[in-house]
């Protein structure tokens, strides 16, 4: 069959930084494509470059076979392009009939004015075609995630009347949200609409992508690394790809890596938040580090904001040291010795406009108090010794941690709790966003922490970097823990393992 | 629109920017340089000395606003502040004598703290908040005083004189802003509260993150504003020998320009006490020059209202908020 859009050596960079290079990939005439890849492999960008959001730097696109230049999301759509956000694009204050339309009202205007019973009427015959009963005239916000998705969807389908072509929708994680019922609702109506549709699917769940999909693209590091028909290829073999690799043990200093003291610093029990996670029980000793894996809405970032003391407890206990201790606000973690390294460090993580020396005193400005006044000479040389210890590449402690890089960054961030004596920290996808080099780095400053005796509470971006780091790994699956691993030198558990307590 | 960007890149790029620290005073000495070529007599010590006075109120007010700035808020309470203030010492010097000067002070420290409470435990923005204390204030400062200004009389003036006398030869009026201005400074650089408000306006999730009380900061600095108002109208009320309801009107605009024009960040955490002085300080020449060139007295505030627009525009850092609202 012939491609109808088609990507051809598509390239993209983000300040320097390359997101996409000689991406290949074309969707056929009424085509399920999955595309699948880990954080960071390029899905999104490849998504937003085919729905007009992101220019590419070099490379084309191609519509049946002529060239096509897209400038905006509009020009997308004018090609019958549309897109179905992640991070759901509805306007939650409008009605369901407002969103479905937006942008698109002046076909229901008159000298400016919206004739809002014909806009209720089309709204409600496009819900129609993908066999959603909602009542359109209802405000968004009182729909529920899943009902939300669909209205999505119906609003992408609109394109329908503005154009004569087949449509090509792109679904960028739709069902990340979504219970099971709801995705087979969805399933359902992808495949009744494959007559009049081609679609884009990216998901990180690969049994489900299988499922879906005709034909499968795996993406690593911002190249298409594999194309394979749906029904040629299993879940375990896609993941080994989408890996790249098997488990390399010396990038994640394995031979360093050393077995866990006995005292417990943190210990729950059926710890839950209501209706986000429950039943969580997990030990955490001096030295060890547990990583908790699971995917998006496992409740597994819930539980280390939880832990940083962002997300109230509701049911349960948590004792550090062996004393019950109640965590309502990051300042009560704070005191009790737990030290919170967010993944969004830019903006949790970091006082970005102030300096490197400030950064690290923050959490306990005692250290460079002398008489009741800040010791300034005193915190000076406390952040050289930092950026020493830490080789954090910057030129003097004074200069604002908005112009290190990332990984700089992410150091200053541990400097801070290292001199706040934190014996427990809490990492929040600790490499995100960092270069190889930089992720190596924090490895090893992961394996001095544990030697020093502190107690790693971590989730990660990639199985890999969990199973290579933990000394025990927990697999979250719908807000419980679902499997225990021991992930101790020489026995780390396989990643297809733990992928089946996942999804 | 280009050249302006282009100016705009200069004066902010953040931390870098130098020249946000320099052109504040390079404009100071420039406009004393111009006024001083035209007219050689304002060089003079006495002259330099009548305009440090002038500028004391100004100075004290703006101080306060500085703290609700840099922590990422605003005061537009201030005036109303300043005002009751000077009501109040009006209204009890005669029966009170000196203590009348710490209740009325802790009038403003009552109404800071108010005002910090409101915008922090009902989360309401600090500008609806300060604007309705403000209206409450300005309400009670009506209520005291009946509406009409209040001479200080013959008697109660031996408790007022002193602040309009000189220490030799510098005004006492001016030592005291001096004094604020100093405390301020040290309180906002040596200390944790300083530290925590810097850390506040220029990051508040990273320094909810680790474990900075926001809203105590918060309150605490709206607090200081209040009472700096209030002393602001203390010493406008002994200049005047009058306490009156509506004797800081027209000085809001100027205290907030004071601050902006110095080099504090309208966006919080950047800037300072120290920058608030030479902002203060130009505003006030800025108002003599007008004087002197013979711009009509009302049109001050038409001034004041442009170059804070200006200052602002120019000096926003459009890389720290996206939106502007």
Not at chain 1, 73 to 98: K, P, Y
Not at chain 1, 215 to 222: A, N, P, S, T
Not at chain 1, 257 to 284: C, H, M, W
């Amino acid at each position: 069959m012939t491609a109808m859009l088609a990507a051809v050596q598509i390239s993209k960079s983000f300040v320097g930084v390359p997101a996409l290079s000689n991406v290949d990939v074309e969707v056929r005439p009424s085509e399920v494509v999955g595309l699948i890849g880990e954080n960071g492999a390029g899905k999104s960008t490849l998504m937003r470059v085919l729905a007009g959001t992101h220019r590419p730097d070099s490379g084309s696109l191609t519509l049946d076979a002529k060239p096509l230049r897209l400038r905006n999301a509009r020009d997308a759509a004018v090609h019958g392009i549309g897109m179905v956000f992640q991070e759901q694009s509805l306007l939650l204050n409008l009605s369901v009939a407002e969103n479905v339309y937006f942008g698109q009202e002046a076909q229901f205007a008159r000298f400016g004015i919206v004739n809002w019973r014909r806009m209720n009427l089309a709204a409600r015959r496009q819900l129609e075609k993908i066999g959603v009963d909602i009542d359109v005239t209802t405000r968004t916000s009182e729909l529920t995630f899943a009902a939300r998705q669909m209205v999505e969807l119906a609003k992408a389908l609109t394109l329908e009347e503005s154009t004569q072509r087949q449509l090509v929708i792109l679904l960028d994680e739709p069902t990340s949200m979504l219970g099971q019922a709801d995705i087979e609702t969805l399933f359902a109506r992808v495949r009744a609409l494959k007559a009049r549709a081609s679609f884009v699917f990216v998901s990180h769940r690969l049994e489900e992508v299988l499922k879906i999909s005709d034909r499968v693209y795996v993406m690593k590091d911002g190249r298409v690394v594999a194309e394979h028909a749906a029904d040629a290829v299993t879940a375990p073999r896609l993941h080994e790809i989408m890996v790249g690799r098997g488990l390399q043990s010396e990038y994640y200093k394995e031979m360093k890596q050393e077995p866990p003291g006995a005292e417990v610093l943190l210990e729950t029990s059926n710890l839950g938040v209501a209706r986000i996670f429950r039943n969580v029980d997990l030990k955490l000793h001096a030295g060890e580090v547990v990583g908790i894996a699971g995917v998006v809405g496992s409740g597994r970032e819930e539980v280390t904001r939880c832990v940083g003391g962002f997300l109230p407890q509701t049911n349960g206990m948590l004792s550090v040291a062996g004393v019950p201790t109640r965590i309502v606000s990051p300042g009560q973690a704070v005191k009790a010795g737990i030290g919170y390294v967010p993944r969004e460090r830019r903006i949790e993580g970091l006082v970005m406009f102030l300096s490197i020396a400030i950064n690290i005193t923050l959490a306990n400005l005692d250290c460079v108090m002398s008489h009741g006044v800040i010791d300034y000479r005193r915190e000076r040389n406390l952040a050289v010794d930092w950026i020493r210890r830490l080789r954090i590449k910057a030129p003097s402690p004074d200069i604002a941690c908005r112009n290190l890089s990332g990984g700089n960054q992410q150091k200053v961030v541990l400097a801070r709790w290292m001199n706040a004596g934190s014996r427990i920290l809490v990492l929040d996808h600790p490499t995100r966003g960092l270069d190889v080099g930089a992720k190596e780095e924090v490895y090893e400053l992961v394996r001095e922490l544990s030697a020093q005796g502190k107690g790693i509470l971590l989730i990660s971006d990639t199985l890999e970097e969990t199973i290579g780091l933990a000394h025990t790994v927990l697999v979250m699956r719908d807000g419980e823990i679902t499997a225990r691993f021991d992930a101790s030198r020489g026995r780390k558990p396989d990643q297809v393992e733990l992928l089946r307590h996942m999804v | 629109m280009k050249m302006l960007d282009a100016f705009r890149s200069l004066l902010s790029a953040g931390s870098t920017g130098w020249l946000r620290n320099v052109a504040p005073p390079a404009v100071l000495l420039v406009l004393i340089a111009v006024i001083g070529i035209a007219s050689p007599g304002f060089l003079r010590a006495d002259t330099l000395l009548v305009i440090l006075s002038d500028t004391a109120v100004l100075f004290v007010l703006a101080a306060g606003a500085t703290f609700a700035i840099l922590i990422g808020g605003i005061d537009l309470s201030i005036q109303s502040v300043a005002s009751l203030a000077s009501v109040i010492l009006a209204q009890l010097l005669p029966r009170l004598g000196l203590w009348a000067f710490v209740v009325a002070i802790l009038a403003g420290v009552a109404s800071g703290f108010a005002s910090g409470l409101v915008h922090v435990r009902l989360r309401v923005p600090s500008f609806v908040a300060t604007l309705a204390t403000g209206g409450v204030v300005a309400g009670l400062g009506l209520l005291a005083s009946n509406g009409r200004a209040i001479t200080i009389e013959e008697t109660s003036r031996l408790d007022t004189t002193w602040m309009n006398q000189s220490l030799d030869g510098v005004p006492v009026v001016v030592i005291i802003a001096i004094a604020a201005g100093v405390a301020s400074f040290l309180a906002l650089r040596y200390t944790r509260f300083g530290r925590r408000c810097m850390a506040v306006g220029a990051g508040e999730p990273a320094a909810w993150a680790v474990g900075i009380n926001v809203d105590r900061t918060k309150i605490l600095a709206f607090t200081v504003s209040g009472a700096l108002a209030a002393l602001a109208g203390v010493i406008l009320a002994c200049r005047l020998s009058s306490g009156s309801p509506n004797l800081a009107n027209q000085t809001l605009l100027p205290a907030i320009a004071a601050v902006i024009v110095g080099g504090t960040a309208i966006t919080g955490g950047l800037g300072g006490v120290e920058r608030t002085a030479v902002g203060a300080l130009i505003i006030s020449i800025v108002r003599i020059g007008m004087t002197f060139v013979g711009v009509d007295i009302f049109a001050e505030q038409m001034v004041f209202g442009a170059v804070l627009i200006g200052a602002v525009s120019v000096t926003i850092d459009r890389s720290k908020i996206a939106i502007i609202k």
